[in-house]
Each structure stands twice: as C-alpha cells, then as structure tokens.
C-alpha cells in the first residue's frame, strides 16, 4: 500500500521563498514512491506562538490524513527542544512518521526513534535547567530588595480611581484615562462603590 505523505515547509519572512525546501521534499516523497496528499506551507518565525498551517497540519495529523510528514530541517518545525520534542511524542502518538532531511533522521527506523528519545533526554533537562535560572533570579531579585510579582498600586492611582469613579465615569475608561491595569481599577471602583452603597443604606 503506498503511503501517503505531507510536507511542511517554512520561511520565516517575505523575502524568502520556501521553493527550495518543497523541491527537495517532493523528490524524496517521489524516490520513496510515496503520494503527496498535501503541502503545508507559511511564513512565519520558528518562535512564533501563532503558526496556522502548523496547526492545520496536527489536527490532518489527528485525522490519520497522511502517514509520514516530510520537513527540510528540524529548524523548520521549532526552535525550542521542548517545543520540538512536544511535535515528535504527537506524531509518535498518531502513528505519523517523520522525515527530516537535513538531519537523515527517519523515524520509521530504529536509528530514528532512537535519536527522538535522545531528544527527549535533553528537553527534560532543558526544562530543568530553565526552572533552576528562574529559581535562582527571583533569589537575587530578593536578595536586592525587589519586588517579585505584582507590584503594589501606589495610594495616588488608587485616590485617582475614586475621584474619576465619583464622577460616574466607568471602569474600562478609567483604566484608560490613568493607563492602569484594567484588573486594578476594577477592585478599586467595586470597593468604592459598596463604600458609596453602604453610606447611603446608613443615611
């Protein structure tokens, strides 16, 4: 049975062309004698929390759309190991093989499961040691005297939301009008307002 294969390619501006990737993958997907079902193809940073052909691509994945996934370079799919590793455990998971070619790495073989296990090794200690930094900034922060979380509202915003809210005006255009956190001039119109409730139920 032939199987049936999907590319992903990515740019990460305008200016670049994903042409070259798409060449090369079709070429491997066509020595293998495998049928292309569809191409997934963006622009967009490696980083970027928002990648829709990505996304598109894992749902045709959930699917069982395709049966191998063809990509040019690891870079393509990620930047972060986590990142990358979360990518590979979901295709394992839906039986989806993957190809990168610039790597030689062919999760259909056990020289390529083995490197993605591998991998797996190093996002877990690259998830450790990013909670060790981050432990031990916030130690120094204190250590200085910084504050950690949020940072007490000052009495003059808080006298200034009362003012404006005494005047009528609502709780959105008061976060505007002072440029405060719209969670802050919230907690502080509804205290004043029970304030104002509670005055009047005692007059």
């Not at 079709?26 to 996304?55: K, L, Q």
């Not at 930047?79 to 610039?102: K, M, Y």
């Not at 259909?108 to 296990?117: D, F, I, K, V």
């Not at 998830?127 to 504050?147: F, L, N, W």
């Amino acid at each position: 049975m032939t199987r049936r294969a999907a590319i992903y390619a990515r740019v990460s501006t305008g200016e670049q062309t994903p042409e070259n990737q798409l060449l090369r993958l079709r070429d491997v997907a066509a020595r293998a004698g495998w049928t292309i079902v569809h191409e997934y193809v963006e622009t967009a940073s490696g980083a970027s929390p928002s990648r829709p052909e990505m996304d598109r691509l894992m749902r045709d994945a959930a699917r069982r759309r395709f049966d191998v996934l063809l990509a040019w370079d690891v870079s393509r799919l990620g930047r972060s190991l986590t990142q990358l590793v979360g990518l590979f455990e979901a295709l394992r998971t839906l039986g989806v093989d993957l190809i990168l070619e610039q790597q030689g790495v062919d999760t259909s073989t056990p020289a390529g499961r083995a490197l993605l296990g591998m991998a797996a090794v190093f996002a877990e200690f690259e998830r450790a040691m990013i909670v060790e930094r981050t432990k031990a900034g916030m130690e120094r922060a204190r250590a200085r005297g910084a504050q950690i979380g949020r940072a007490p509202a000052g009495d003059g915003i808080i006298a200034a939301i009362r003012a404006l809210r005494a005047q009528g005006l609502g709780m959105d255009r008061i976060a505007r009008e002072l440029r405060c956190g719209k969670g802050l001039s919230q907690r502080v119109c509804t205290e004043f307002d029970r304030e104002q409730a509670d005055a009047r139920q005692q007059a």
